[in-house]
């Protein structure tokens, strides 16, 4: 027996993984936060507000009807060299490198280090 999609609880999970408070998406809604809380808690929901919540989350209706949070946390586990293995999963995409970032923060680094060694220099030799 296949599990129904619970909507409300999909919103909520990709919500929080946008970093946003009920309170900003239901402002945007023009609702008060105790009506969007009704929604996260909600299974079912109309398509418009899905629409509405969609546009806001920066996503597709169709990633939150049929967001899988196992499904995405498994995808997340299996990026390689930034490419998803892809078993039909819907809506999470890492968009930068990890070891790129790394990198680019060693050399800021070690940019700063040759301008502090450049300026003891010129200290040095006046």
Known sequence: MEKAVRIGPNIK????????????????????????????????????????IAKILNVTAEVIKEFNE??????????????TINEHAHGIHQIFSPIEKVVELYERLLASE?????????????
């Open 13 to 52: 999970f990709l919500r929080n993984l946008k970093g946003l408070k009920q309170e900003a998406v239901a402002i945007e809604l023009g609702i008060s936060q105790a009506e969007y809380s009704l929604i996260e808690n909600s299974d079912l929901i109309d398509d418009e507000i899905i629409f509405q």
């Open 70 to 83: 196992s499904q995405a946390f498994y995808s997340i586990e299996n990026k390689v060299d930034n490419t």
């Open 114 to 126: 040759k301008e502090k060694i450049e300026i003891l220099k010129s200290k040095n030799n006046n």
